[in-house]
């Protein structure tokens, strides 16, 4: 694997001085990889390309490995970290870690605290000894993400002194926490509310771990009302909005996933192609406006939301 894919360590030590997030882009095919990479180094942006376990069975993983190789080849100019999203058990994270992600999550937050922190230090042991950093997730979102499941009764809060003791027993590198965030495109009923008291409660008990959100699309509704006007059915999908992901990214967060837009943006453009142009079958006359809206939808968090420009 050539060397230029980095660990996200530089990048988060720089958005904690610095104030801003990283976007964390959920990554399936070659063109959500060629626009995500192609938006961060138009925007000099650090960025963070990750895939879930059920998009490496999907992609397949050497397939993956290669995509991302060519588009760190094509800019080698700004820092890209190749990430696991949501690690289901230490076997998919050795996986990673052996093929040459750079960071890998395992995701623990299914289980007791004393259980998410014994798995999520065998996987921190394993891949510290390989160079790969470790996030962790503490406390439970709602909301449906790939195989994650949890009910929205079920989710709670991440207790800031139990994050504190959870990091110092793992040494894991950093922290997903739950301050009301959701997976998917129905993120909330009534109005979105995040607990920053909470958010700023674990800053000042972690000064130095990076914070990072799930479930953090914003499920533009430019892209929901495009979906439903050609043809979709997405009625009343609602995520959270760009004001409260900016206040984040100022407030000690240091990186922010992204998987619902990119799939909406991608979407719309392909129904719009197909509704508009019904004679097209070339996979080409739709696939380049996909890839080109999933290239704006990463600019706009690049540049209006995380605050990530320039800090390439």
Do not use: W
């Amino acid at each position: 694997m050539d060397m230029a894919l980095v660990t996200t360590t530089e990048m988060f030590k720089k958005s904690m001085e610095q104030k801003f997030a990283i976007g964390a882009f959920n990554v399936n095919n070659m063109e959500i990889i060629q626009g995500i990479v192609d938006a961060a180094a138009e925007s000099k942006s650090p960025v963070i390309l990750q895939a879930s376990s059920s998009a490496i069975k999907y992609a397949r993983i050497n397939y993956l490995m290669k995509m991302v190789e060519a588009a760190i080849e094509e800019h080698p100019d700004i820092p890209v970290a190749l990430h696991l999203d949501h690690g289901p058990d230490f076997e998919t994270c050795k996986m990673c870690v052996d093929a040459g992600f750079t960071s890998v999550m395992i995701d623990g937050s299914k289980y007791s605290f004393e259980e998410n922190v014994e798995l999520t230090k065998k996987v921190v042991d394993y891949a510290h000894a390989h160079g790969v950093v470790v996030e962790a997730e503490l406390g439970k979102l709602a909301g449906v993400e790939d195989d994650v499941n949890v009910d929205a009764k079920d989710a709670m809060y991440t207790d800031p002194d139990e994050a504190e003791e959870f990091v110092r027993r793992t040494g894991c590198d950093s922290l997903a926490i739950a301050i009301g965030t959701s997976h998917g495109a129905y993120k909330f009923k009534g109005e979105a509310k995040l607990r920053f008291d909470i958010l700023a409660k674990i800053k000042e008990k972690l000064p130095n771990t990076p914070i990072v959100l799930h479930g953090a699309s914003t499920v533009i509704p430019e892209l929901v009302n495009m979906c439903n006007e050609y043809g979709g059915n997405i009625p009343g999908a609602k995520g959270v909005p760009d004001e409260m992901l900016k206040q984040a990214s100022q407030n000690g967060v240091s990186k922010i996933n992204v998987d619902t837009d990119l799939r909406l943006a991608m979407t719309a453009q392909i129904r719009k192609v197909f509704a508009e142009e019904p004679s097209v079958f070339d996979p080409r006359k739709y696939l380049t406006p996909a890839r080109e809206a999933v290239k704006n939808t990463v600019s706009h968090k690049i540049n209006d939301v995380f605050g990530s420009c320039n800090k390439a």
